[in-house]
């Protein structure tokens, strides 16, 4: 079988590396965050704050951000961002797990 050389996976007998979609398949970093949304219809609140979990699929770096549904909330939830790979708001590349690390902020789409 041999060893992984400095945590690359190998294909048997081949040495080659795998393919990044097929060593880091099935692996997903899971984050907890929330968003303020500015509230116009009411006099007795100005914001609300709504809570969203953040899927980082390491196999293809896609982000997927949902709201845990609510029952009789009557505020639409579910799906916010669908999976796919998020540009960072300043332009320089796409969204790591280390732009997502505990403590910081991130924007994603103006929110």
């Known amino acids: 079988y041999g060893s992984p050389k400095a945590g690359i996976a190998t294909q048997r007998g081949s040495g080659s590396?795998?393919?990044?979609?097929?060593?880091?398949?099935?692996?997903v970093l899971r984050f907890f965050?929330?968003?303020?949304?500015?509230?116009?219809e009411s006099n007795i609140e100005n914001h609300r704050v709504r809570r969203v979990v953040v899927m980082y699929y390491l196999?293809?770096?896609?982000?997927q951000v949902t709201e845990?549904?609510?029952?009789?909330?009557?505020?639409?939830?579910g799906v916010f961002v669908r999976r796919h790979q998020i540009e960072?708001?300043?332009?320089?590349?796409?969204?790591?797990?280390?732009d997502l690390a505990v403590g910081q902020t991130v924007t994603i789409y103006g929110r």
């Not at 845990?68 to 939830?77: E, L």
Request: hydrophobic share 20%; charged share 30%.
């Open 59 to 63: 196999e293809d770096d896609t982000v």
């Open 33 to 40: 965050g929330y968003f303020q949304e500015a509230v116009t």
């Open 68 to 77: 845990p549904k609510q029952d009789n909330s009557g505020i639409p939830q």
């Open 88 to 98: 960072k708001e300043d332009g320089s590349g796409t969204l790591s797990p280390a």
């Open 17 to 27: 590396p795998l393919p990044k979609w097929v060593e880091e398949n099935g692996r």
